[in-house]
């Protein structure tokens, strides 16, 4: 059973960072680029950040560039969102996404999300 589970969401004063987590299993994670995605209240799903199969390219939105770093270890296997100098802009649910680039499985999988809330 494919499946991405996210954790370490909460709430943090501005200026604070949280680590978020993406757990796959059932499927060859290193098969797979990962992306983060967030999406606040009312509005649509954005992207974050990107990071290749191996972790040897990575790629930010600009409001999140210099303050967030993705990172994976394919042998854990885990996706992670270091998130510093949060805003209260960055409040949003993230969520974790897979897209399969080689070998079998299948072709995309999607976390339930973590809560990120930014606030005083």
């Known amino acids: 059973q494919v499946q991405l589970v996210e954790s370490g969401g909460g709430l943090v004063q501005p200026g604070g960072s949280l680590r978020l987590s993406c757990v796959a299993s059932?499927?060859?994670?290193?098969?797979?680029?990962m992306r983060w995605y967030r999406q606040a209240p009312g509005q649509e799903r954005l992207q974050v950040a990107f990071?290749?199969?191996?972790?040897?390219?990575?790629v930010y939105a600009d409001s999140v560039k210099g303050r967030f770093i993705i990172s994976r270890d394919n042998t854990k296997p885990t996706m992670y969102l270091q998130m510093n100098d949060l805003k209260p802009e960055d409040t949003a649910v993230y969520f974790c996404?897979?897209?399969?680039?080689?070998?079998?499985?299948?072709?995309?999988?999607w976390g339930q999300g973590t809560q990120v809330t930014v606030s005083s």
């Open positions: 059932g499927f060859t994670f290193s098969n797979y680029q």
């Open positions: 996404s897979a897209e399969r680039v080689r070998g079998s499985g299948p072709e995309y999988a």
């Open positions: 990071i290749s199969r191996l972790g040897l390219t990575t």
